[in-house]
């Protein structure tokens, strides 16, 4: 998936399924609070208010934090890194004279046993 796809798509439905929820919260509490009241209010308007004046905002705030602490998004193309796993000896992939089990007894060794 490409970076802008992941920015554009990806963030939108992030938002989106938060900005729901609150919407979906705030007649809940309304209702409560206004027992008498006879509208709940507007879904969209909503939405719309708990992305812009919550959302949003808190992402700024995060936004800044990390980047005060070195944390950095680019969108440089991606690097391939070789991982400890990867340069796995053979005995760690169960091949050779010494494939047997961390904790199985070695009979080169009659002292040793198991740990129960």
């Given at each position: 998936?490409?970076?802008?796809?992941?920015?554009?798509?990806?963030?939108?439905?992030?938002?989106?399924?938060a900005a729901v929820?609150?919407?979906?919260?705030?007649?809940?509490?309304?209702?409560?609070?206004?027992?008498?009241?006879?509208?709940?209010?507007?879904?969209?308007?909503?939405?719309?208010?708990?992305?812009?004046?919550?959302?949003?905002?808190?992402?700024?705030?995060?936004?800044?934090?990390?980047?005060?602490?070195?944390?950095?998004?680019?969108?440089?193309?991606?690097?391939?890194?070789?991982?400890?796993?990867?340069?796995?000896?053979?005995?760690?992939?169960?091949?050779?004279?010494?494939?047997?089990?961390?904790?199985?007894?070695?009979?080169?060794?009659?002292?040793?046993?198991?740990?129960?």
């Amino acid at each position: 998936m490409s970076q802008p796809s992941q920015i554009i798509g990806l963030v939108w439905h992030q938002f989106i399924s938060a900005a729901v929820g609150m919407a979906l919260a705030a007649p809940f509490t309304r209702a409560i609070v206004r027992r008498r009241g006879k509208t709940l209010g507007n879904f969209w308007v909503d939405t719309v208010r708990s992305t812009t004046r919550i959302l949003i905002p808190i992402t700024f705030v995060f936004a800044i934090v990390l980047l005060s602490q070195g944390v950095m998004d680019n969108f440089h193309a991606s690097t391939t890194v070789t991982t400890v796993a990867a340069q796995a000896t053979p005995q760690h992939q169960g091949r050779g004279a010494h494939s047997k089990h961390q904790l199985e007894p070695d009979p080169a060794h009659p002292r040793s046993t198991t740990h129960q």
